[in-house]
């Protein structure tokens, strides 16, 4: 049904019932204040005919008859026991097959009150007419009651209704006239502005409506307000998701993104070349793409909601490094990066390392062995012998230098792989130390280790490496009266050691870059120490090589904590 009918039915329907109630309020009511006005009127004529009746009872009838007569009402006389001793419409032989009207209500009312009424149909003239009885008369007479007919009444407050309901339905059919042209005035701006939001919905150029009715024309200002508004966001979100595309095409790392079924969304131009599917080639679902386990794996992670680590898988003779997110939406994004030139460049360095450490270890012996004779063989104070010694410190902190770079270069290639075993990592460090006991002795630096476990998963060697590598470290840093502590603690999944110094501390900004390969935070004095730089880089390969991590906290004036995580089990675990 339309808007324009609804509101003329609804306004008619308002003004029927509206009609209604005033033509039976006109029934009730006028019925009611002209029948009260009757029988007050019916009231005093039967007050005053009680006062004019004779005592003698044989005028009794005729008298009725006489009066009633003159005020033109019915008069019925009715003594003590109820029998009618006078009635106007009756004769003196008839008054004997009268009812008695002891019973009746307006004849029990009045000998209880002194007033009775009613208003029924009369059994004799099966009319509806209204009594009024008052106690009163001569003797014999206990009730003098008058009455008349209400067809008077009837006519009157049948005239006022049909009046009422003439008038009211002028008033409907005027209402009516009146609602249908505001609704025809409200409803069609409105139908119209419907069909402009649809339009709206479904991308189509809006109409909008014309309105005189101040409040459907605000609303059609809202909706063209909105509008604009949207076209607005709406060419701003176009112009980001080109900008967004371009930039993701044009990405050399390859993107992937999927919803929350699987089924591929996004895929870039880079991540196609990198994952083999031309152009124009149909895609798997996201669960189907990938045929390695640990590429599967991530997948399923990512999900199941899941941020996902970097793995790395080999492809068509590619490396390449997968990481990925869950999305709010259920769905996933995947990140490929191609590192195979990096893996490359990488190998040859470390190979280039290694070979040039190789070659240089063998001239280096030569010279240390030489510079040594020269300086045994010398005579103590000549500007000779001072010449073969720095030759000699310089040769073996080359040959140190050279030793790291070829220990730096077997761990990252793969060539050595830890043996875990089961260590007393307190007792590996007492035998680390015992290397550095004079150097420590003379700078007054002492050991301690904290009271708990010991038991550690680790390869024996490169655990001894480690410490090795951090005391010599620590000692660097640590001023004359302080203190290196080493802790051995149980932790979720395997042992933490910590070896602690109060040392001169790192800087925050330099933190992050500690166990950097030649990365020095006080170079001119690490040089003087004689650090190569590569002491924490191995020990953070070492650890990693484990399988475990490592971290450090240093506060500046009050030391450095190098924290390293070894997990639980025996078995070796590749090397990065």
Do not use: C
């Not at 002028?170 to 701006?189: D, E, I, M, S, Y």
């Not at 996004?266 to 599917?277: D, E, I, K, S, V």
Request: proline letters at 4%; zero cysteines; glycine letters at 10%.
């Amino acid at each position: 049904m339309k808007l324009a009918t609804r509101l003329f039915l609804t306004t008619s329907l308002l003004v029927a019932v509206a009609v209604v109630g005033l033509v039976v309020a006109a029934d009730r009511l006028l019925r009611r204040n002209l029948e009260d006005e009757v029988a007050r009127e019916l009231e005093r004529e039967a007050r005053l005919l009680a006062t004019l009746l004779p005592g003698d009872s044989l005028g009794w009838p005729d008298v009725a008859r006489e009066l009633g007569s003159r005020v033109g009402q019915r008069v019925t006389l009715i003594d003590p026991t109820g029998v009618v001793r006078g009635d106007t419409e009756f004769d003196r032989g008839a008054l004997a097959r009268l009812e008695n009207h002891l019973a009746r209500p307006e004849v029990q009312q009045a000998l209880s009150t002194g007033v009775g009424r009613a208003a029924r149909l009369s059994a004799s003239t099966n009319e509806r007419r209204m009594y009024v009885a008052v106690r009163g008369g001569p003797p014999g007479i206990a009730v003098v009651r008058v009455s008349t007919t209400l067809a008077a009444i009837d006519a009157r407050v049948s005239t006022v209704q049909r009046a009422v309901a003439l008038s009211g339905l002028a008033a409907l059919l005027g209402a009516g006239a009146l609602a249908w042209l505001f609704a025809r005035q409200v409803a069609r701006p409105l139908v119209q502005l419907g069909g402009a939001a649809q339009a709206i919905a479904d991308g189509r150029p809006p109409a909008f409506p014309d309105a005189s009715v101040p409040e459907v024309a605000q609303h059609i200002l809202s909706l063209r307000a909105m509008h604009e508004q949207l076209e607005q966001r709406f060419t701003d979100l176009v112009r980001e998701r080109e900008e967004t595309t371009t930039l993701i095409e044009t990405m050399a790392d390859g993107v992937l993104a999927a919803d929350a079924r699987g089924t591929i969304v996004t895929l870039n131009r880079a991540a196609r070349r990198l994952l083999g599917y031309g152009h124009a080639d149909p895609l798997p679902a996201l669960d189907g793409l990938f045929h390695e386990k640990v590429a599967r794996d991530l997948v399923d992670a990512v999900l199941a909601g899941h941020n996902a680590e970097v793995q790395e898988l080999e492809r068509a003779g590619r490396t390449l490094l997968v990481t990925g997110r869950g999305l709010p939406n259920g769905g996933a994004l995947l990140v490929i990066r191609d590192v195979t030139e990096l893996r490359r460049i990488d190998a040859v360095r470390r190979d280039f390392v290694a070979n040039v450490s190789h070659e240089l270890k063998t001239p280096l012996t030569s010279i240390a062995g030489y510079a040594e004779t020269l300086a045994t063989e010398g005579s103590p104070g000549t500007q000779a012998d001072g010449f073969a010694r720095t030759i000699l410190s310089n040769a073996r902190r080359m040959q140190r230098l050279v030793d790291d770079l070829l220990d730096l270069a077997r761990i990252e290639s793969g060539r050595w792989q830890p043996m875990p075993v089961r260590v007393d990592a307190k007792l590996v460090a007492a035998d680390a130390w015992a290397a550095f006991a004079d150097r420590a002795r003379e700078r007054r630096v002492e050991l301690a280790t904290t009271a708990g476990g010991s038991g550690v998963t680790a390869d024996a060697d490169a655990l001894r490496a480690i410490f090795t590598n951090l005391f010599d470290n620590a000692l660097r840093y640590t001023p004359s009266g302080g203190r290196i502590t080493v802790a051995v603690e149980k932790a979720p999944g395997g042992m933490t050691v910590s070896v602690a110094d109060t040392g001169s501390g790192v800087a925050a900004e330099h933190l992050s870059r500690i166990f950097e390969r030649f990365y020095r935070v006080d170079p001119g004095r690490s040089r003087d120490e004689g650090g190569t730089g590569l002491g924490l880089a191995i020990v953070k390969h070492l650890v990693e090589a484990h399988g475990g991590r490592v971290e450090a906290r240093s506060t500046l004036g009050k030391g450095t904590t190098i924290r390293l995580f070894f997990p639980d089990g025996e078995s070796p675990v590749p090397s990065p």
